[in-house]
């Protein structure tokens, strides 16, 4: 019989047909077409029956080379078409790294911690170490040790949040304890400031918050006096405030310090003239301070004719107020963002 078969017009017209093609599911159809159980190269295969041996073994051989190019002719083909998918997937996934990103707005410090820091900040510059002490207290931390007498009005119902009845635990009133636990646990000299929150039973108002927080001073060495105790308070007045400001001490008293102060700093917003602020009167008050009792050294058994020291306990509250001249005091629990964001 006479067998036809042309492999050049065959491939000539799969590259024809596979020219049109460009998804994998048609490129699979036409595959099927040529290669598949009932393909093109299948009824080639079956028509050699009909030839004498030696035709059979010249097609045979066509058919074989005619079946391996057509294979690699659609390998190849898959293979541009898989190559063009991902291109195009990769165009959707693009991402353009000019545009501007989301802005994510970080926080801020409050103006408490931001306060608490610079105050750290300056002690830490003239030798200071920071030193902690906890929120609940015991009374003997809080005030006995402090020279503090069951009589003193410190001590009674309304100023101090009692945690047992009996009264020998309490949130601390003030800073002063860390002074006890800090001479305890330390040999002298010693030089440290703890900053941290205190608790006492005031109404919310525009100066007054039931809690608050305070830096406690502590200055221990063999020859301490008021020299030094105004020194390191003027230099830190001066630090926070500006050059131009100065300090004022007022006898006062507290249980213990002997002698006692209330010390001003002339007033930020008129220079001492004279202002709303002020009251009139030049002077704002800041802190409280005075040399250790010898009391309070004997109740941590340093020895008072060796030992001397000064301390302070200042409002931090009030001096954030006094520096970013924040109106009230209820501002800085708020958490209003505009408000931390307009300073
Ligand atoms: N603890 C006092 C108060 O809360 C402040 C104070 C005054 C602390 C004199 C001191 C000091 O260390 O020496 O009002």
């Known amino acids: ?196 929150r205190v608790y006492r039973k005031d109404e919310l108002d525009a100066t007054h918050s039931p809690v608050f927080h305070q830096v406690e001073g502590l200055y221990v060495d063999k020859t301490v006096s008021v020299s030094h105790l105004k020194m390191y308070l003027e230099t830190m007045a001066k630090k926070l405030f500006g050059n131009k400001v100065s300090i004022l001490l007022r006898p006062s008293y507290f249980p213990f310090t002997e002698p006692s102060f209330e010390v001003d700093i002339s007033c930020i917003f008129c220079g001492g003239k004279g202002c709303n602020i002020c009251k009139n009167s030049g002077w704002i008050e800041i802190l409280g301070a005075g040399l250790v009792h010898p009391n309070v050294l004997k109740s941590v058994n340093y020895d008072p004719e060796i030992w001397q020291g000064f301390a302070f306990g200042m409002g931090v509250e009030r001096v954030a107020l006094l520096k970013y001249n924040v109106p009230e005091m209820r501002e800085f629990y708020k958490n209003d963002v505009r408000f931390i964001e307009s300073w």
Request: charged share 30%; aromatic share 8%.
């Open 1 to 196: 019989m006479n067998y036809n078969l042309n492999k050049e017009e065959i491939l000539l017209a799969l590259r024809e047909e596979l020219s049109d093609i460009n998804d994998i599911q048609n490129l699979q159809n036409l595959k099927s077409k040529y290669l598949g159980k009932n393909g093109l190269t299948k009824s080639l295969m079956k028509n050699l029956k009909n030839l004498d041996d030696q035709a059979k073994r010249e097609y045979g051989k066509v058919i074989n080379e005619l079946k391996n190019e057509i294979e690699d002719i659609f390998e190849n083909k898959l293979a541009e078409l898989k190559k063009a998918e991902l291109e195009e997937k990769e165009k959707e996934n693009w991402v353009d790294v000019t545009i501007p990103g989301a802005i994510r707005k970080i926080g801020k410090e409050s103006f408490i911690t931001k306060t608490i820091r610079e105050i750290e900040e300056i002690f830490i510059g003239m030798g200071f170490s920071i030193a902690e002490g906890p929120e609940i207290e015991d009374a003997w931390y809080n005030f006995d040790a402090l020279n503090t007498p069951k009589w003193h009005p410190a001590r009674e119902m309304q100023d101090t949040f009692y945690i047992t009845t009996d009264q020998q635990k309490l949130l601390r009133t003030h800073t002063s304890p860390v002074q006890i636990r800090t001479m305890l646990k330390s040999t002298p000299p010693l030089a440290i400031i703890s900053p941290g």
